[in-house]
């Protein structure tokens, strides 16, 4: 029988189940494949109806914000993606539900201090370091230009 | 050995206890054993998650007083105890009885600790004294995880958070009310020693509490020279599947096998397969339905005769978990027996 030991954590690591990750990827491929392939259609929809290709990948953007946007406010959202996984966190709709579940979430302490205040909490991060990150290579990108 | 186990000096009883659940916990295994649930949407008619924890736990100490005919001042004290932060459930909650109140905060140990210091007050005063806990699967959330709509995937090991509140009637007179059966006594108290073994993921809580549960049980045995098979159950409180097998697993090591009395009361209020709890059920408000709902009706009909209560509680803070803490861990120990025979 393994023992803990001293080294508990390594102990209780080895220990912990495990997710089952091919039927996590597997579920993954699955719904993120099929939210692309619908953007894609949306895509190919909006250029239809006489958008121009920059103004169709935004659209198709929106359209999905909103989708998800609503899917969250009606409770849909986190039951897709319990089964999902990363096929719904890693497309926009991920961002957008994490934005979205914060501002219902905060609406019982109010306009300002919940909603305002705590909108970004989960999203943040994502919002700070791209910004960040950004800027960062606009820097380099600049640099690099200028000595070619 | 250090730390004597507590005996009350005149009998305890726990006289009766009432619980509120939530809709999963109502349709899960133990579904009937519970006095109340809210058949619609857990929110107990009120606006926010937090208001809807209070109004549980206000309803399951004002139907104890009920069902057995006392006033307030017929209670020496209210001890209660939930996971927000202030204990606000309970404060909240239990704003409408007139009754000394003290706030508990044990995590999810609250409801063995409550029914220890229930004891030792009811010992002490010679009358009554109500414990309450209580836990809300949706303010747990907002408070520990995600916001609640947020899409996520939870390990294997993470444990879900019961909505449930119970209150227990501790007195030091046999008072049965119009219950039939046993007297249920509050025998033996000992209370836990914090530990912590390094663990970090809070989405594996089991884990941080075992090995508290461990020192408490090994020290339980080895100060009243018992052995696991003089109980009927050894009831840890939220453990869950890892938590479970590495407390047993760690005790066989030490020489103490407990597997064949020990249960988890997070592996028995939900149905784990088909409703996707994962490592099993948590929170405060685990232990005391399970408790009060399940266990207490066994002892007094007769199913069970001796059993050990302990309650395991996870100190976690997300702050100070996020500031590179690992997690504390607490179990304190109540053993509760039916019966009218001194030990």
Known sequence: MDTPGSDYPKYVRKHAKRSPLARDCARAFLVGGTICAAAEGLLAAYRALGASEEDAGLLVSVTLIVLTALCTGIGVFDRLARFAGAGTLVPITGFANAVASCAVDAKSEGWILGVGAKIFAVAGPVIVYGTAAGVAWGILYRLIRVFQ | ?343
């Open chain 2, 1 to 343: 050995m250090r730390h004597a186990i507590w005996k009350p000096r005149r009998p305890v009883y726990l006289c009766d206890g009432t619980t509120v659940v939530g809709h999963e916990e109502a349709v899960g295994p133990l579904g009937a054993c519970f006095d109340r649930y809210d058949p619609k949407d857990d929110t107990f008619g009120q606006s926010t998650w937090e208001a809807a924890e209070s109004e549980m736990v206000r309803q399951a100490a004002k139907l104890l007083l009920e069902r057995n005919g006392l006033g307030a001042e017929d209670v020496e004290a209210l001890l209660a105890g939930d996971l927000l932060n202030q204990c606000t459930a309970s404060g909240y909650g239990l704003l409408p009885f007139d009754i000394p109140y003290l706030g508990l905060y044990g995590a999810c140990s609250t409801a063995a600790e409550g029914l220890i210091l229930a004891a030792l007050l009811a010992d002490f005063t010679g009358g009554r004294t109500v414990s309450a806990a209580s836990s809300h699967f949706c303010s747990a959330e907002r408070q520990f995880r995600f916001p609640m709509e947020y899409g996520g995937q939870r390990t294997p090991t993470s444990q879900w958070t019961v909505t449930g509140a119970a209150a227990f009637l501790v007195s030091a007179q046999r008072e049965d009310g119009t219950r039939r059966g046993r007297a249920v006594r509050i025998a033996e108290l000992l209370p836990g020693i914090t530990s912590d073994r390094g663990v970090t993921d809070a989405n594996n809580m089991g884990a941080a509490m075992a090995p508290a549960a461990l020192d408490t049980v090994l020290r339980y045995f080895s100060l009243s020279g018992r052995t696991p098979e003089s109980f009927d159950m050894i009831l840890t409180g939220d453990l869950g599947s890892e938590g479970s097998s590495l407390l047993c697993g760690m005790a066989r090591a030490e020489g103490l096998d407990i597997s064949r009395v020990h249960r988890d009361c997070g592996l028995m209020i939900y149905d784990n397969e088909r409703s996707d709890k994962h490592a099993g059920g948590s929170g405060c408000g685990c232990s005391a339905v399970v408790t009060a709902g399940h266990i207490l009706p066994a002892l007094r009909a007769g199913r069970l005769t001796d059993v050990l209560l302990v309650g395991t509680g996870a100190l976690l803070s997300p702050m100070v978990v996020q500031q590179g803490r690992s997690i504390p861990g607490v179990a304190h120990l109540v053993r509760i027996t039916a019966g009218e025979e001194e030990d």
